[in-house]
């Protein structure tokens, strides 16, 4: 027996070997091939292994399209904003904000943002403490990509309080397994938390391409075998090439489920989003922060709220899911009880933007984009500032939260 196993050790070595060279061989093939996807030029944003994707730092460009034209800068940090250093200087409040393009604000100056206008208004005074605003924010984040930023860079800014600007139209299908974008030829794709018996797993997962993503299967090889995949896929140009032919996520949700009631993959979506926000806030407090969510509607759900019996009777002829929508909470509201009932601090600035239209007939979103204009980012930014003031007391006279 001992000499049989003697003969097969080199024959199975060199089956190893000859596999480790032919890939290696493929692997270089490949990366003298074209890519099989089509990115976009000069983005604003980069890969990131960590992340799925960030900002690019001190990216610029002009920004041209129907609704604006104006020149965009990224910092340092590869964020709309001005330049923060990582030490907290003496007598500053600082405010972390969380978000994804509402608050990135890219369709405006860094000026008119709302992150912008919140940290002039609570400087509006002069007197101490300082008060920073530091954005956070890049295109398509979800709260999962959130969480993984404040752990390996927001926490490190000291933070007094963050705030997670959350967007109702896709921030908890942002939250599935999948979600990617390309960038210079690659396919980016987001790290992802799952519910495990209906607790949340702390440590993400990495999407492999090709493979079942992972929405409540939480054995220990599902998930070596998923991020041993996914480590191969961010630097093996092999994998790439191959991707196109491999079978896609099928995982989807919309707005509209809300209202439908009847997808089960959205209820998980919900309650894995709501498990986000409380694991965001613990890990928050552990550093001795305060933490809120701030609720960004879509311009259609604004819209939708102010609309006459007629009107509605109009939506509900097109869309008829939507006539649910006169027996159940609008999402906004559901999403507010849900997390109060947590204990977690809201601001829904749906009321809000409806009593200012109402109350101005000023148009807060550009028409195409749907994103804030200047009025909608000032109408934000001070909506924060004036329900800090309420609630807390924070202003130029005080340097902790009440």
Not at 125 to 145: C, L, R, Y
Not at 174 to 180: E, K, S
Not at 329 to 339: M, R
Not at 353 to 369: A, C, K, M, N, Q
Request: charged fraction near 20%.
């Amino acid at each position: 027996m001992t000499r049989q196993i003697q003969k097969v050790f080199p024959n199975i070595f060199l089956a190893i070997g000859g596999a480790l060279v032919a890939f290696i061989l493929l692997e270089m093939g490949a990366r003298l091939l074209p890519s099989p996807f089509d990115g976009p030029e000069n983005t604003a944003d980069v890969c990131s292994d960590q992340l799925g994707w960030r900002g690019k730092p001190y990216f610029k460009t002009t920004v041209a399209t129907g609704d604006y034209v104006h020149d965009l800068a990224l910092n340092s940090a590869g964020m709309h904003d001005e330049e923060h250093q990582r030490t907290k200087p003496a007598n500053t409040f600082r405010i972390l904000m969380l978000g994804d393009s509402f608050i990135r604000a890219h369709q405006v100056k860094e000026a008119e943002t709302s992150h912008q206008v919140l940290e002039n208004r609570l400087n509006g005074g002069g007197a101490p403490p300082h008060f920073e605003v530091i954005s956070a924010s890049v295109d398509g984040w979800g709260t999962g990509q959130e969480l993984l930023y404040y752990r390996s860079e927001g926490r490190f800014y000291q933070p007094d309080l963050v705030i997670l600007m959350f967007f109702i139209g896709n921030d908890i299908k942002d939250n599935l397994p999948g979600r990617g974008i390309t960038l210079d030829g690659r396919n980016c794709y987001a790290p992802y938390f799952v519910l495990c018996e209906n607790q949340l797993d702390t440590s993400p997962w990495l999407y492999a391409p090709g493979l079942e993503p992972s929405t409540g299967q939480c054995s220990f090889g599902k998930k070596t075998l998923l991020n041993t995949l996914g480590q191969l896929h961010q630097s093996s140009r092999l994998y790439a090439q191959l991707e196109p032919l491999l079978p896609a996520s099928r995982l989807h949700v919309s707005g509209l489920d809300f209202y439908t009631g009847e997808n089960e993959l959205f209820d998980y979506a919900l309650q894995l989003t709501l498990a986000l926000v409380k694991q965001l806030r613990e890990e928050v407090k552990n550093d001795g922060a305060e933490s809120l969510v701030v609720l960004i509607s879509p311009s259609d759900l604004i819209d939708f709220s102010q609309m006459s019996s007629d009107e509605r009777e109009a939506v509900y002829q097109k869309i008829p899911a939507m006539r649910r929508a006169e027996q159940i909470e609008p999402p906004n509201q559901t999403l507010a009880e849900a997390l109060s009932h947590e204990g977690i601090k809201v601001l829904d600035l749906l009321p809000l933007f409806s009593r200012h239209i109402d109350e101005t007939g000023e148009v807060l979103h550009f028409p195409d984009d749907k994103h804030w204009n200047v009025a909608g980012n000032r109408l934000a930014g001070e909506s924060i500032y004036h329900w800090l003031q309420e609630n807390y007391g924070l202003s130029t006279s005080s340097s902790s939260m009440k």
